[in-house]
């Protein structure tokens, strides 16, 4: 059986063991890196793994608070902003300009993959003022979503000036892969191919039609559906149509596609999986799916050896 695991890692605690659990490749999300914090990851990687492939995930239009966003807990019917610097008055949650100009009233907006949600009351241009849903605690550089904002918004936006100089450090490197967050058309993976010269994931992130999905597939190397923002922005019901669409379409993907987000979550803090887990994932092989990409449970979850023998377990023998 040719299925792959990718494991989401921070640093090297635990790499040597998740490799012999069976993992197939690592990926490093350098949206919670500074760019020296990378590059000293990547020197010492090299040393102990030169031969195993490393996506490096580029925030590309992919939304987050900003990365010095202090941790703040945020409670039911409370209202909070949103603005490029700290309110004293009020909790303040830090974002950049071209984030600010997207939070029009009535919009709901979530936090975490969904984890936390807000919605817009007013936005004066300087200030967006929300009241809080649904409660949670916010760290820095977590990721934003906005329920059903149509694609249109994420077009304009591609790689970021850290994403350019991240691939202009690291592309050197032979095991480095990227994984460009939030793809909405070909032209972006095409980009992304020419300026690093290497092998790319397109992360689907937000809702696109099958001849968009297709024009993607035929430009990547991979493309991997990822549930988490997926969820996120199109509300349960949404996602579980979208997933219904999508693997109708497996066979007209002409590259590998993975299963990204959630895909072990009750691992986090559970050492066993639901049994709906382990029947999804034998599905997954069942559609078609080249793999799957995880993130929470190997990279912050208190189970990450077991995640990978578990999935070990249900893919094997077939
Ligand atoms: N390099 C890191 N340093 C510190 N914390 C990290 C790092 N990588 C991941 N994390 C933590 O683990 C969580 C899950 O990782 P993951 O890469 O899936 O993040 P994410 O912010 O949900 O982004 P994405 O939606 O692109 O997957 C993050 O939200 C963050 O709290
Ligand atoms: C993995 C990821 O980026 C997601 O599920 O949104």
Known sequence: MNFKIFATIKDFSIA????????TAFRVNSSHMEIGE???????????????PLYIDLKGSKKRLRKDQRTVELIPGEKIVFATSE??????????????KLLSPNLNVSLNDGKIKLKILDNDGNRAYAIVLKAGRVHGAKGINFEFLSDKNFRSFSLTEKDVEIISKTRDYPFVRYALSFVS???????LRAISRRYVAAKIENYLDLDKLKEISSETDEMWFCRGDLGAHLGMRGLAKFYGEFVKSMRDFTCPVFMA????EHMVDNPRPT????CHLYDLIEHGFSGIVLSNETVSGNFPIEVVKVVREVISGD
């Open 16 to 23: 040597r063991e998740l490799l012999n659990a069976g993992v």
């Open 38 to 52: 990378l590059i000293e990851f990547l020197e010492e990687y090299q040393f102990h793994f030169y031969n195993i």
């Open 87 to 100: 309110s004293p008055e009020i909790k303040t949650l830090l974002v950049e300009p071209a984030v600010l």
């Open 185 to 191: 058309s070909p032209e972006q993976i095409k980009n």
């Open 261 to 264: 987000g959630e895909v072990m």
């Open 275 to 278: 049994r709906s887990e382990i």
